[in-house]
């Protein structure tokens, strides 16, 4: 099976789990969760063969922007020989967390705020490193006027776990605004922005 039948099969069929006293749970309750899950699945099931899933990190986890009470969890999963990154939706019933059936979970990317000055940071160090870089109107701009105005819907590449963010800009030299993609990385510290 692809790794993609498996977080939609754990995220449907995830068990309740005793949750600890922090708000996110954490990457053995989620694990624990997704082998509970994959466990209902082969019992419901008439094939012997086993299915092996594990929740190898966990990007990170945030309350989600769609249904009020529940978190996302980006998470790195492999399954067989298959390894990717899944986003998994959870809830807290009564001090316990419990996995949501709900295909396509959205994760947030970073604020506009936060957007702009990780972009304006590696335009500087792209600047330092090529000082002819200094000279294009484009990084001129990434440095200093260019606004992020809106991060709107992401993706999860399931592949590397990056966010692909649709994202609105303005700069100076382009009234009308952009509308493009910029691709961002969670990582322990934070966001990271991800240059094409």
């Not at 940071?121 to 490193?129: D, L, S």
């Amino acid at each position: 099976m692809r790794l993609t039948s498996f977080a939609l099969t754990a995220a449907t069929l995830f068990a309740t789990l005793p949750a600890h006293a922090a708000s996110m749970p954490t990457l053995e309750q989620i694990h624990a969760a997704v082998q509970a899950g994959v466990a209902k699945t082969q019992a419901g099931t008439r094939s012997s063969v086993p299915i092996a899933v594990k929740v190898t990190s966990v990007q990170g986890c945030q309350d989600s922007l769609e249904v009020p009470g529940e978190v996302v969890c980006l998470v790195g999963m492999s399954a067989g020989m298959r390894d990717g990154f899944a986003v998994l939706p959870l809830r807290s019933e009564n001090g316990t967390w419990v996995g949501v059936e709900r295909k396509h979970a959205k994760f947030a990317g970073p604020s506009p705020a936060e957007a702009q000055a990780m972009i304006r940071a590696w335009a500087r160090e792209e600047v330092a490193r090529d000082p002819e870089a200094a000279k294009d109107v484009q990084m001129q701009e990434a440095q200093t006027t260019m606004q992020v105005k809106a991060i709107n819907e992401c993706e999860v590449k399931r592949q590397t776990g990056y966010l692909v963010c649709d994202t609105e800009l303005s700069v100076p030299s382009r009234p009308d605004g952009i509308k493009t993609e910029l691709t961002f990385k969670l990582e322990s510290a934070g966001w990271r922005y991800v240059p094409r």
